[in-house]
Nanobody, 126 residues
């Protein structure tokens, strides 16, 4: 079975940076969609950034220009580079994946993903 594991979270001051990593193991199909999602206390889980193997890339509007999602196929790792962090970015960040390509209408929905990591906490203080 496919397994995902996040790392790289921590506590930073506003304006700081973090890079999250999601390592994968197990079989993946040739085409897949991988996404970072987050959930803050008292709020719904939301998609942050996602990509797939045909070049589709998606971002939550509030992180555009600050976050960059990328993938290293040789290392089976998905990354989320987060710059200019704000207190509003504080949340538990999860890595999720499914077979097939991403879709613009559903990439950010947690119902779309079959495989999940345990999450890594990001805390941004002012």
């Amino acid at each position: 079975q496919v397994q995902l594991m996040e790392s790289g979270g921590g506590s930073v001051l506003a304006g700081g940076s973090l890079r999250l990593s999601c390592t994968t193991s197990g079989f993946f199909s040739k085409h897949y969609c991988m996404t970072w999602l987050r959930q803050a206390p008292g709020k719904e889980r939301e998609g942050v950034a996602g990509l797939d193997t045909v070049g589709d890339i998606y971002y939550l509007d509030s992180v555009k220009g600050r976050f960059t999602v990328s993938r290293d196929n040789a290392k089976n790792t998905l990354y989320l580079q987060m710059n200019s962090l704000k207190p509003e970015d504080t949340a538990m960040y999860y890595c999720a994946a499914r077979a097939g390509v991403c879709y613009s209408g559903s990439w950010s929905s947690d119902k779309s993903y079959k495989y999940w990591g345990q999450g890594t906490q990001v805390t941004v203080s002012s």
